[in-house]
């Protein structure tokens, strides 16, 4: 299996998931030229896509999705809601499925699970086959849905959006704090880390995604979530920290 994370932030995310033969994309908030750039580097032509899955329909998870649908016949798939609330007059509607728990593509079962975050009907996805991979981003908090969709995951895409002190200090208006701050906003990195260090059956690989440009720092959020794992006194696990502009492989 290989994770990569092309992009990772408030400016646009897309994951690449290759396991077992088959090729997904998760989320498409990035152009079509910077997709095709990363996947090139990995020796991945975009037209190799099978299938692409979206998150929820915010922009940093959709806004590259127009363009790359011309570069590759792959489907794309996510919930009824998220379908009707993306932009689709631009989108073409052939090429558009629902995904309500989970489908299969190839040997790889893909099911979505509940996220609370203030978009019509957010996601994450687990995807399983001969390994298995849960990306889990953009969640106010940690249910326990999301709790077992981490579970035996060999490799984790997880969310570590802000530092808490950095986001009450920081820049933006105090209606923006609130709404990252809430159950339906981003995780912090110290709840991020408290999900991580409590799991029964421990990741393989964890990278830290969805940081806040402005409210974080890899630094941070990687001792952040360290100091959870010494907290409870368990053997920290090798984190990586996905990136807004470089491509980051797990
Ligand atoms: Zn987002
Ligand atoms: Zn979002």
């Not at 290989?2 to 908030?29: C, H, Y």
């Not at 957010?122 to 249910?143: F, H, M, N, W």
């Not at 933006?172 to 704090?177: A, E, F, M």
Request: with cysteine.
């Amino acid at each position: 299996m290989q994770v990569s994370v092309l992009a990772s932030g408030s400016k646009g995310n897309a994951i690449f998931i290759e396991m077992d033969g088959t090729r997904l994309l998760v989320d498409a908030g990035v152009g079509v030229r910077r997709v095709a750039r990363a996947l090139g580097e990995l020796s991945v032509p975009l037209e190799s896509l099978d299938a692409i899955f979206i998150t929820h329909e915010h922009s940093d998870h959709v806004k590259g999705l127009e363009t790359i649908l011309k570069h590759t016949g792959a489907p794309v798939y996510a919930r009824p809601g998220t379908l009707r609330a993306m932009t689709s007059d631009v989108l073409p509607e052939d090429r558009l499925f629902a995904i309500h728990d989970a489908m299969d593509v190839g040997p790889l079962r893909v099911s979505a699970f509940d996220i609370p975050h203030d978009a019509a009907d957010p996601v994450g996805y687990e995807i399983a086959g001969s390994r298995k991979c849960t990306v889990a981003t953009d969640l106010g908090y940690v249910t326990d849905t999301v709790r077992s969709a981490m579970e035996g995951a060999d490799v984790l895409v997880f969310e570590s959006n802000h530092d808490r002190q950095m986001l009450r200090q920081g820049p933006y208006p105090w209606p923006l704090k609130q709404r990252i701050l809430g159950n339906r906003g981003h995780l912090a990195n110290d709840e991020a880390g408290r999900a991580l260090a409590n799991l029964k059956s421990r990741p393989k690989k964890i990278i830290l995604a969805h940081l806040s440009e402005t409210n974080n720092r890899p630094s941070i959020a990687e001792e952040t979530v360290s100091r959870a794992f010494a907290e409870i006194g368990v053997t920290p696990l090798p984190l990586a920290v996905a990136l807004q502009d470089e491509m980051v492989t797990a």
